[in-house]
């Protein structure tokens, strides 16, 4: 079974910048597509941003132009490179294959926006 390790969460102030990383066993990212989602408290978890094999990228319309994706096959990394952040950004971030229909989430990083 695949787990999904997320880290690079913290409390940053808005207007500032975080690196998420996203590392899991084997080699499922150079197989699925990957996706980076969010939940914030009494929300559904949704998709902020994709990126297939080929490096094809995707973004929510909220975070375009400031969240970046990107995969690093050989260490079997996801990384979400966040800018410009916003007190709405706020949430628990997790990684997992997209669509994530394969396997269980991990337990994601909290990314807090507050002045």
């Known amino acids: 079974q695949v787990q999904f390790v997320e880290s690079g969460g913290g409390l940053v102030q808005p207007g500032g910048s975080l690196r998420l990383s996203c590392a899991a066993s084997g080699s499922i990212f150079r197989i699925y597509a990957m996706g980076w989602y969010r939940q914030a408290p009494d929300k559904q978890r949704d998709l902020v941003a994709s990126?297939?094999?080929?490096?094809?990228?995707t973004y929510t319309n909220s975070v375009k132009g400031r969240f970046t994706i990107s995969r690093d096959s050989a260490k079997n990394t996801v990384l979400l490179q966040m800018t410009s952040l916003k007190p709405e950004d706020t949430a628990l971030y997790y990684c997992?294959?997209?669509?994530?229909?394969?396997?269980?989430w991990g337990q994601g990083t909290q990314v807090t926006v507050s002045s």
């Open positions: 997992n294959t997209f669509p994530a229909t394969r396997y269980d």
């Open positions: 990126i297939t094999t080929g490096g094809t990228t």
